[in-house]
Nanobody
Framework: QVQLVESGGGSEQAGGSLRLSCAAS????????MGWFRQAPGKEREGVAA????????YYADSVKDRFSISQDNAKNTVYLQMNSLKPEDTAMYYC???????????????????WGQGTQVTVSS
């Protein structure tokens, strides 16, 4: 059984930093993408960043490019999202997700991810 457990959320002032972690267990796919998504109240869930085995590339939404960084520690089965220069508009529930496709095209599409964590709240104050 695949489990994804996020941690590291919290409250931060604008301009600050947070690092989210997603610990994965029970995942045996050799090809996959691990993604971070976020959902603010009243808004749709949106892709923030992803890292895919196909080519080992990383992908970012334009709104977070140059501020956020996704990385992976295979030994710990953990994916991280380093968030710098936080803005109030980054406030949302952040979710970790995993698929079994592994290709980067369409990484931001919610429907392709089969497994989801429970989410961790990030609140950025101005």
């Amino acid at each position: 059984q695949v489990q994804l457990v996020e941690s590291g959320g919290g409250s931060e002032q604008a301009g600050g930093s947070l690092r989210l972690s997603c610990a994965a267990s029970g995942y045996t796919y050799r090809s996959y993408c691990m993604g971070w998504f976020r959902q603010a109240p009243g808004k749709e869930r949106e892709g923030v960043a992803a890292i895919c085995t196909g080519g080992g590339r990383t992908y970012y939404a334009d709104s977070v490019k140059d501020r956020f960084s996704i990385s992976q520690d295979n030994a710990k089965n953990t994916v991280y999202l380093q968030m710098n220069s936080l803005k109030p508009e980054d406030t949302a529930m952040y979710y970790c997700a995993a698929d079994s496709q592994g290709y980067g095209f369409g990484w931001y599409q919610v429907w392709r991810y089969e497994y989801w964590g429970q989410g961790t709240q990030v609140t950025v104050s101005s």
